[in-house]
């Protein structure tokens, strides 16, 4: 019933425990989806921010040649284009062509250099006048068009609101300045703008200007390098929240990465943002330790205190239970214990009563008689005073405050001693005691109260669990180092379980023997403490042949 109430107590504590847990696990999970979602949603806004920082950079840079380009007098067209040709580090190619002559420069056929040949043949389709020039087409708001364009304006359209008021005011401001400058330079106004040109699957830029219906078409290649070395710098130097930013072109090539990304460019990154309208095919892909899988710290770290958690909370309880189930065993021992000591106290005192009440009434005449009687009430009393004993000491060795007083003793006429003094009880038992025991002296230093009180602990179980083995053996043998005291009955010998437990206090065997003869379950545990106190040892073997043998094993002087 008092089991049943501490597991009670602890299923009361636990159950709750375990309903906390499981919902504060589910909290936690819930916030590490709304922290991953708030951290990819930032993740997102911070790289169209450097997506359209990337964009303005390249606006910029087009913006600025366009201006320079409508700016160069008509007389020196030929000279300044050829010098940027050669200098400018952003000019990768140049060209003059017009509607009626076709190309002008480079010219077609005498086109020395590999690099000019390349040059025509990769916008031959424009210079050929298969396309027509997109200043044919006055509708085009900012006069940039290419074949990929109408699909990649789709993709700005998806910018937010306040990303595409950023462009358009980078645009119009830079716009604004230079046509102004223009307007007082020409009478008409020049058209320009930028054609994105994929050719061979590889983006390029091509920007013109035309200053009016009949004249000619000029402008620049862009040198796409000199532009990358620009767009490096728009890149933040330390990514947040991701682990790093690449540059991909539309070939999935990394022309620049920012951040530790190298153990993390084969798997797909987690976002992937066009650089279009003025880098189609171009991209800005974000890779975050989230992707990779290895972003969970918070949700491990909770689960792992969660753990801790039940895991204390159960090895707590499993503790308080052991811990009461060990006070419940030991109330029920201390009750035995009391009622086992008392039931032992009363049959010798009950014993003494009697026969000293007999006598005293002057009713037993016969003299033998009453020596008899006189010698019982001596045993009794001898009992009682070792069961006192056996008390006490019990308690003081409990207390750890057992004082033990060594001295030198010859052990063999220690031991014929007390076996010859308690040999009447041997004989009252019916048994037959033999003696093996050396002849010469054998020194030992030990506390010889303590090694009496261990021997006659030991008859006494002989006597009380082997009288009806009829042999008591008490030999003593000297060894290199130690004297060995055995004590052997022709009993029913100890059980294998109980061989080691015996040693133990209160530990009797359950048995009938034992539930037939009174005991405190101390005698030998109170053996072992001693002995052991005095440098030596106490153990039970199997007697050969059937019965118990208790050896003591003391040092050596
Ligand atoms: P007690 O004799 O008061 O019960 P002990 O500590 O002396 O306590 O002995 C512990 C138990 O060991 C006994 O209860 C008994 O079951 C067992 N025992 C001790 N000596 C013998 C023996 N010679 N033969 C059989 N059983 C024994």
Not at 63 to 91: F, G, K, S, Y
Not at 115 to 122: D, H, S, V
Not at 161 to 188: F, G
Request: with cysteine; net charge negative.
């Amino acid at each position: 019933m008092e089991k049943r109430s501490i597991q009670f107590y602890w299923l009361l504590i636990l159950i709750p425990a375990i309903i906390i847990s499981t919902a504060a696990f589910r909290l936690i999970y819930h916030e590490q989806e709304r922290i991953n979602t708030l951290e990819s949603a930032a993740v997102e806004e911070r790289t169209r921010a450097i997506a359209d920082t990337l964009q303005v950079t390249v606006q910029a840079v087009e913006d600025q040649l366009a201006r320079a380009m409508q700016e160069i007098p008509e007389a020196q067209l030929n000279t300044t284009l050829l010098d940027w040709e050669e200098n400018n580090p952003l000019v990768r190619n140049v060209f003059i062509w017009s509607e009626n002559q076709g190309l002008i420069y480079p010219e077609k056929g005498l086109a020395s250099i590999s690099e000019e040949r390349n040059f025509i043949a990769r916008f031959d389709g424009l210079f050929s006048g298969r396309i027509k020039w997109p200043y044919k087409n006055p509708d085009s708001d900012d006069n940039r068009s290419g074949s990929s364009n109408s699909g990649l304006l789709k993709d700005v359209q998806s910018l937010s609101n306040s990303r595409k008021e950023l462009l358009e005011i980078a645009k119009t401001e830079t716009t604004a300045s230079y046509r102004n400058d223009l307007d007082s330079l020409n009478k008409e106004p020049s058209k320009s703008g930028w054609i994105p040109w994929f050719a061979e699957n590889k983006l390029y830029i091509l920007g013109w200007v035309n200053r009016g219906e009949n004249k000619p078409v000029y402008g620049v290649e862009l040198e796409l390098m000199t532009l990358l070395s620009r767009l490096i710098n728009s890149f933040p130097e330390i990514p947040s929240g991701a682990s790093g930013y690449a540059l991909v072109d539309d070939s999935g090539r990394m022309l620049h990465q920012v951040g530790n990304i190298d153990s993390l460019k084969d798997s797909t990154p987690e976002l992937s943002i066009s650089l279009a309208p003025h880098l189609p095919h171009w991209s800005l892909a974000v890779y975050t330790a989230a992707a990779s899988g290895s972003n969970n710290s918070f949700m491990i770290l909770a689960c792992l205190l969660l753990v801790i958690f039940i895991a204390a909370i159960a090895s707590g309880g499993f503790l308080l239970m052991r811990h009461a189930k060990q006070n419940m065993l030991d109330a029920q021992q201390k009750t035995s214990f009391v009622s086992n000591v008392s039931h032992e106290l009363k049959t010798p005192l009950t014993s003494i009563r009697m026969f000293a009440e007999l006598l005293m009434e002057g009713r037993v005449k016969d003299k033998e008689k009453t020596s008899k009687y006189l010698g019982i009430i001596v045993t009794e009393s001898r009992r009682l005073t070792r069961l006192v004993n056996n008390v006490l000491d019990f308690g003081r060795l409990e207390q750890e405050n057992k004082k033990y007083h060594f001295e030198d003793i010859d052990a063999a006429a220690f031991l014929k001693e007390t076996v010859e003094f308690h040999s009447p009880r041997i004989k009252d038992a019916e048994m037959e005691c033999v003696i093996d025991i050396p002849d010469e002296e054998i020194k030992i230093k030990t506390d010889r109260d303590a090694l009496e009180q261990v021997i006659l602990n030991l008859i006494d179980n002989a006597v009380k669990y082997a009288a009806a083995g009829k042999e008591i053996l008490i030999s003593m043998k000297q060894g290199t180092a130690d004297i060995e005291i055995r004590v052997e009955d022709r009993g029913p010998g100890i059980p294998e379980a109980h061989r080691k437990k015996i040693f133990e206090k209160f530990h009797r065997v359950d048995d009938t023997l034992t539930s037939k003869t009174q005991g405190s379950g101390l005698g030998l545990s109170i053996a072992k403490k001693m002995i052991n106190a005095t440098g030596g040892d106490i153990y039970y073997e199997q007697r050969q042949g059937g019965g118990s043998s208790f050896v003591v094993k003391l040092p050596l002087r």
